[in-house]
């Protein structure tokens, strides 16, 4: 059974770099045909894509936060990661990763999510 | 940006009763429509892909319908675990997420 588990720092000051990591259990990062996504929740709010990256290493990103988003994957690990960079209070949330189906961006499964929060 | 809109914001539904909730696309998105279901403190759970095709395990009282802009989700008797809130997400383009329906005790 595929399991995925989020990983990082949970305080994030202004304008510093928030950096995750999803690590990737019962199932190959590798495996051919899934994407693997990061996806946040703002506290009380909706979802919001941040982007996704491929086994082989190419990426897509939410044109509002391309800018400023770096999602990298390490195989050896069996896990990727995200970076968003030049924070601000607008960036607290839940952040998820999960599976992209192979059929496309329908999201299964999901990690059970990371708070963090953007404060001085 | 494909804006998906869900309504209503709030339903409240009797336990055995049925509840449908709605889901519009600003264009047309095909059959690319996921529904997922997110209880307090948890990660969403994919209920329903493809517009219609449940998801391994989710229960045949899940159903959904619809295609390019005008989506419907069935929950045909709802069960206390069933009351949580719910939402759409079109993937014909890049990834977005309607804003919610909050399914409450009635």
């Known amino acids: 059974q595929l399991q995925l588990q989020e990983s990082g720092s949970g305080l994030v000051k202004p304008s510093q770099t928030l950096s995750l990591t999803c690590a990737v259990s019962g199932g190959s990062i590798s495996s051919g045909g899934y994407s693997w996504s990061w996806i946040r929740q703002p506290p009380g709010k909706g979802l919001e894509w941040i982007g996704y990256?491929?086994?082989?290493?190419?990426?897509y990103y939410n044109p509002s936060l391309k800018s400023r988003v770096t999602i990298s994957v390490d195989r050896s690990k069996n896990q990727f990661s995200l970076k968003l960079s030049s924070v601000t209070a607008a960036d607290t949330a839940v952040y998820y990763c999960?599976?992209?189906?192979?059929?496309?961006?329908?999201?299964?499964?999901w990690g059970q999510g990371t708070l963090v929060s953007v404060s001085s | 940006e494909i804006v998906m809109t869900q309504s209503p914001a709030t339903l409240s539904v009797s336990p055995g009763e049925r509840a449908t909730l709605s889901c519009r696309a600003s264009?047309?998105?095909?059959?690319?429509l996921a529904w997922y279901q997110q209880n307090p403190g948890q990660a969403p759970r994919l209920l329903i892909y493809g517009a219609s095709t449940r998801a391994t395990g989710i229960p045949a009282r899940f159903s959904g319908s619809g295609s390019g802009t005008e989506f419907t989700l069935t929950i045909s008797s709802l069960q206390s675990e069933d009351f949580a809130v719910y939402y759409c997400q079109q993937y014909n383009n890049w990834p977005t997420f309607g804003q919610g329906t909050k399914v409450e005790i009635k």
């Open positions: 990256i491929y086994h082989s290493g190419s990426t």
């Open positions: 264009q047309s998105v095909s059959s690319n």
């Open positions: 999960a599976r992209g189906a192979s059929f496309g961006l329908a999201f299964d499964p």
